[in-house]
């Protein structure tokens, strides 16, 4: 069973950045794409990056393409989303997601597809 943890959160003003991570364990495939997405009160969950763990391909959303950066550190499981000029339109609660298919199949829409989804991180920005 896949478990994913996330941390890293936290409320900053707007143009600050934060590092968020997502702790991974319970693989039982040698390969995932593993998703953050990020729900806003009132609003669809979205994707906003991904990557696929045996090629380290990336994957982001049009509108966060120039801000974020997703990496990974296979030594130690973790995932993480770098996340740069934060805007207040960023508030939203983080969540990462595994799913042993590729990224290609599964990244889209809401992830609806990914099996396994952590609790999230609350991310604030304020003006």
């Known amino acids: 069973q896949v478990q994913l943890v996330e941390s890293g959160g936290g409320s900053v003003q707007a143009g600050g950045s934060l590092r968020l991570s997502c702790a991974a364990s319970?693989?039982?495939?040698?390969?995932?794409?593993i998703g953050w997405f990020r729900q806003a009160p009132g609003k669809e969950r979205e994707g906003v990056a991904a990557?696929?763990?045996?090629?380290?391909?990336?994957y982001y959303a049009g509108s966060v393409k120039d801000r974020f950066t997703i990496s990974q550190d296979n030594a130690k499981n973790t995932l993480y989303l770098q996340i740069n000029s934060l805007i207040p339109e960023g508030t939203a609660m983080y969540y990462c997601?595994?799913?042993?298919?590729?990224?290609?199949?599964?990244?889209?829409?809401?992830?609806?597809?990914?099996?396994?989804w952590g609790q999230g991180t609350q991310v604030t920005v304020s003006s």
């Open positions: 990557i696929y763990t045996a090629t380290f391909s990336t």
């Open positions: 319970g693989y039982t495939y040698r390969t995932y794409c």
């Open positions: 997601a595994a799913d042993p298919s590729t990224c290609r199949t599964v990244f889209n829409g809401r992830g609806e597809s990914f099996g396994y």
